[in-house]
């Protein structure tokens, strides 16, 4: 599973860390979280940090990456 974050500009600070299989998994979830609360997509930004071995427990971190959300 990989691992993301999304970061609130407004508030200067990212959210507690979910996990989606894949990016697309990810966009979709995030898009539906910013419609739930009438939210402005311009205020978040989505990041892809890692990975998570559900079978092996490790967890493999990388640089953020940011998804592209719109």
Known sequence: MQLY??????????????????DEIARRNFSKLITDNNADVSDFIMYNLGRFDRESLDMFVHDKVEVVTN
């Not at 974050?5 to 894949?22: H, M, R, S, V």
């Open 5 to 22: 974050t999304i970061y609130d500009k407004l508030a200067q600070e990212g959210g507690p860390l979910f996990e989606a299989k894949n």
